[in-house]
Structures are given as C-alpha cells and as structure tokens.
C-alpha cells in the first residue's frame, strides 16, 4: 500500500524550512483523522541536489529509486518530502524526474512554498552568511553584489512553479500574522492535514535569526580569528 497523496515542500530559504523538518522527523505532529509519513532522514537535500545538471545519473536514480521504495511502503494518509534546494531548480526538471520515479504521485502531487518579505529576506540571508563565517563585507555592499540575483525575484522563480502546478501549488507569505496561529509549522502541517485538527507537541525553534548585536560581535571575531 502506497501513500494517498505526496506534498514536496520547497522552502523558501528562510523561512521556517527547519522547523518544518524537525517537527515532521521527530514526529511531533498528531493528528488523529490524518497520518503523516516523513522520510529517515532531516530532509531531502540529496534527492533535491540528484538533479541538478551536473549531478550524475546513477544518483538520481538510486536516490529517487530509494524515495520511491519509501513512499510505496508507506500506510500514511499523506507523505512529506522537504528541502529548499527544490525552489532554485527548474519545476520543469522536478516534474519530470518524479514522473519518472514516482507516476502514482506525479500527476496529484501537492507543491508548497513559503516567501518572506524582501527586505527580511535580504536580511535573513545576509544575517546567515555572517553567522556561518562565509561574509566579512559590510549589508550596503552586500546588498549591492545581490540585487541582481534571483533569489529574490520571487515573482519570475514562483511563477514558474503555479504555470506548471496549477491550483496544487501553494504559495504562503511568511507574515506572522498571516500564519495559521502566527507559526509556520503550524500554517504547513494546517496544509498538509487540511484543515483536520491537530496538535504540536513543544519544540524549541530551528536555525532563527541572530539579533544584530550578536551579528556584529561573532562577526568581530570571525575577523580576528
């Protein structure tokens, strides 16, 4: 017996993406109309990068060969793949591996995404590079060097997804106060479950943003070491 239905969550990066993920591998979900299935694993970074153009052919297929095992050995009401590297990929190119590994679900597979406003988007990705010691240069030139790249265009990448995906593409806006209880996991498991009730069980949060005081002094460090 194979899941009824499959949902691939594609991120936006920074928004809540791992917060998502801990609470569906931990199971920390109940609900008692509707059973959640969630991979082995945190997320599904590999089987996202398996198809990127460079990424070999025996990956793709023993990683999505491997998914699909999963998936058709799941009992679950609905089953849940995550990882924000989907969103820079082409639909066009997911669509047709999970086509290809997965027909049972291509064709009713659910899309969902989250976007956070561009400035706390501009600044959530700046506040990360600082955090993980990858950027020494100050937000103007940040800002700057990144204007012109797509990760904020969410209009051109989102777009792509809802001409190929219709009305099974979701599109959430990361605003508190447009969020189902002011949480995202909350908001995202209110999709997954449809509406059903359900209660999460407390968990601390995941990956949050540094505030700028403890961004200024790692960011001295980093400098100095």
Known sequence: MTSKSLILHIGDPKTGSS?????????????????????????????????????KTDEIESRFRA???????????????????????DPVEVNAVFA??????AETMRVVAYARPHVSRFLSAY????????????VETFFVENTSKRFLNFSRRFTKWCNLYGDRFVLRPMVR????????VADFVGIVVQNAPFKLLDMAAANTTLPVEALSG???LQQHL
């Open 67 to 89: 998914a699909a095992d999963w998936l058709e050995a799941s009992h679950a009401d609905v089953a849940v793949l995550s990882a924000e590297q989907f969103a820079s990929i």
């Open 218 to 220: 790692l960011k001295f």
């Open 177 to 184: 106060e447009e969020l189902r209880d002011g949480d995202v």
């Open 127 to 138: 506040a990360q590079r600082v955090k993980v010691g990858s950027l020494q240069t100050d």
């Open 19 to 55: 917060s998502i993920q801990q609470a569906l591998f931990q199971r920390r979900v109940e609900c008692e109309t509707v059973s959640i299935d969630y991979p082995p694993k945190l997320n599904a970074i590999q089987l996202a990068n398996s198809i990127r153009r460079e990424a």
């Open 100 to 105: 290809k590994y997965m027909p049972k679900h």
